[in-house]
């Protein structure tokens, strides 16, 4: 780690802000399970000695966010005051130190809560060092000496399918080409799939409208929304094959509906359809089930993947052992970070399993291009059969918003991990307190919690409030 | 369900608040992984329209407790206000209205700190069930038809393994003896074991002086904590036999502390002292792993265990499958409550692997001494490698506390679920406003969050805080 001299020396404290923005009012990320998702993101902002700063954020859905702003609070004490040197000396004991904090770990352990809070402060960390380092992430990544990158990790838990040595001698392979692989990824840029035309609650006319514009712009790989009703999945289904050919690519999402039998079945009368996937089939929890379905649709040429809910490293490790994923879906946030990340991406590599990653929600799409951009660099080459999940949504409030062209993520050129939102956007869309809150509770489109708490009955020695 | 004249009727409000136990001060409760715990819960009051209270907690050990107390603010909603007829009318869809939540779900779904609010929510429902129905718990899903009992249980993911026909069948399968064995829990009770001598941070002596001293009472199975140094549990674990011979048995615990391949490893190292099992010896997310290491160490006598840290059925499904446990350790709060514990008993039952409930804690005990009992007179009808945790510990809190008689938890009589706390205790624990916690803090024991505010800067449009 080079120090310039206004290279920041310790973290002197930091923000978390529960912003959300009102995206239900338009059923925009609508799905089988979550019918009114309000995107969401507890943000966080590291403060140092000097100017720079780190910015990081983890994605939620609404309700819940003021549980991952209040668990980051907790989580605070474990990083502020430290020193940069000893956080970034040994980032995977800092990286245990928070996830392996002696008495939260009780309430995680390493996943819900707990771990997306996780994933805002690492997020924020690595930002902050990338922005030292005067580069973007995925440039850090791929400059990093391989022992370097590979000491970040925690490999608790994995060692019995990917120790530290195989890590280092599979980034050390790679890197012969590595400057071609850059040069590619900054003038053409890796390519993506979009889910814009998918959502659950869009009309017929809403999705046809869209699917045409979208190929109109080049797209050539289309998801959408299954598992709310089986005949209404066949009709869709047909439509979107028709339209876009026989050369161009389906995928489905079921987000979770089916137990084990009943994806089977289902999928089975999808399959005329040609899906290349069907995305999370079941519960995120379920290895076993999820390669019992692998097992049984992959003669039929449909493939599963899985991953935004899949809560940590140790649970990557068995789908990939059980060969329960064709795709592997890591998220930004719902792991803990880029240390845990990097971690998944290795074992993925070991199992030869493609990683294409969820995006979408709010800054998923700006994080995971470096992360891709990195594996295609260092680690897996190719772009066979790799792709990263786009949704043209809510990249205004970004200051640097991921740059997408010919249906490719441009490589980023600003340092740092784009996660950096605009004040502007911050202030309107604080919640509660701000101004396009204010403006949406007066319009009644919303409840203020402030005026309308919920309906619980509080005891505190300092006095007792009984509500309704 | 019957309708008493004094039955209430509707949910009217309810109060959860943050309840520590210093117990770090004497190192109770310390193990590989939790050096410092200290016992808490977040506490819940649910309040009807009538005297009839429901009560319910969920254990964690400390900081994170204000977490899962906001969780359960968070989740009051979805409950306040419902009639209880369409409460337990539909048990399995009240269940399923808290674990799904369309926004909250994602920051769980169904696991950690929003899991673990569900199930202080859970357990104060079936208290007030069951003090609705004058029965204690055991006795209340002893009498409950088959049929309605198995109509509490979300199958939603288990149902590859265990159907609702088949979970029926199984209850009436063991109608016939019930009332023998009823007779006999009253009588004789369940049969316990005890960690009281085990935990790490004691000395010594004091592990010798426990151990004869729980001798002299009569226990007959023992448990210590492994993990932290393999030549020092040698010795401990050569000391433990030699003092209770080979008639009684010994029990190891490591916390999670291993990988797979080390903990097969450090049991090998064990062996010689025949330990009956060895409890969490790798991450609780590993099914896959706990298969290894149960497939290693079957031939040599060791049986694997776990499930404190298992976070729903979905988890204890795929270990039953996997073969992955020989005991299975259900903890009556991890899991979401009752409806979701009785689903893992009946798939325990149908892979024929007993189930020890992991105890202790703050209510722990309390709580599984009613599952414990019902398993035995409903479903399994056999106490054979079965075993309760027992811990003498914080009981002083509770106004029904479990009794234990020559080494047997007698079938409680008082209805409830028997977690009810003193007020006395609720004033002088609550964090941080108790006397207790008062008292500690002016004793420089403790620092108080108050006036030692964790060091982050906060930023909200009605101002701005820095703080350090």
């Known amino acids: 780690m080079a120090h310039h001299t206004y290279y920041p020396t310790r973290i002197r404290g930091l923000s978390v802000r529960d912003i959300r923005f009102p995206t239900s009012l338009q059923s925009d990320g609508s799905d089988a399970i979550h019918p009114d998702p309000d995107y969401s993101c507890a943000y966080v902002i590291l403060y140092t000695d000097t100017d720079v ?29 430290r020193q940069l040197s000893d956080i970034y000396g040994d980032f995977a ?34 930002d902050l060092w990338a922005r030292c380092e005067r580069k973007p992430l995925w440039k850090l990544l791929v400059d990093m000496e391989p022992e370097k990158l590979v ?17 280092i001698h599979m980034l050390k392979e790679m890197q012969p080409g590595k400057e071609r692989r850059e040069e590619r990824m900054i003038n053409r840029g890796y390519p993506a799939y979009t889910t814009g035309a998918g959502w659950l609650g869009y009309s017929q006319e809403k999705i046809e409208g869209l699917l045409k514009e979208y190929m109109a712009q080049g797209w050539r790989h289309f998801k959408i929304k299954v598992g709310q009703d089986l005949e209404d999945d066949k009709r869709r289904c047909k439509i979107v094959r028709e339209i876009i ?53 992959r003669p039929l040429g449909i493939g599963v993947a899985t991953g935004e809910m899949c809560q940590n490293r140790v649970i990557f490790k068995q789908l990939l052992q059980a060969k ?145």
């Not at 939620?60 to 990083?79: C, D, F, H, W, Y």
């Not at 130190?97 to 924020?124: C, D, F, Y």
Request: contains cysteine; charged residues 20%.
């Open 245 to 297: 050919g026989e050369d161009r690519t389906l995928m489905v999402d079921a987000n979770q509906k089916w137990g084990v039998d009943q994806a089977i079945a289902w999928m089975k009368e999808l399959a005329p359809y040609k899906p290349l996937w069907i995305e999370e089939p079941t519960s995120p929890d379920d290895v076993l089930g999820h390669a019992t379905i692998a097992k049984a649709l």
């Open 93 to 126: 004991g800092t990286w245990r130190a928070l996830t392996s904090e002696s008495q939260m770990r009780w309430v995680g352990p390493e996943k819900g809560v707990l771990h997306l809070a996780v994933a805002a402060l690492i997020n924020a960390l690595w």
């Open 324 to 468: 329960a994923i064709d795709y592997c879906q890591i998220d930004a946030c719902r792991l803990g970070g880029v240390n845990e990340i990097l971690a998944v991406y290795l074992m993925a590599k070991k199992f030869h399993v493609p990683v294409c990653p969820h995006a979408g929600g709010v800054g998923l799409c700006e994080m995971v291009q470096h992360l891709q951009i990195w594996d295609y660099i260092s680690v897996s080459a190719s772009t066979k059969d790799r792709i990263v999940e786009y949704v043209a949504h809510l990249q205004e409030h970004f200051k640097h918003p991921r740059k997408v062209n010919h249906c490719h993520y441009l490589a980023p050129k600003v340092a740092g991990y784009s996660v950096e939102m605009w004040e502007e956007s911050l202030l309107a869309y604080e919640f509660p307190y701000g101004s396009q809150w204010k403006k949406l509770f007066t319009e009644g489109k919303y409840k203020d919690p402030r005026t309308s708490p919920p309906p619980y009955v509080e005891h505190r020695l300092k006095g007792s409030i009984t509500q309704r």
């Open 53 to 81: 700063k780190g910015h990081g954020l983890s994605f939620t859905i609404g309700r819940g966010n003021e549980l991952v702003v209040a668990a980051v609070k907790s989580l605070a004490p474990v990083i502020v005051g």
């Open 151 to 167: 000491s970040t990790i925690d490999f608790r838990y994995i060692e019995d399918v990917l120790t530290r040595e195989e890590a």
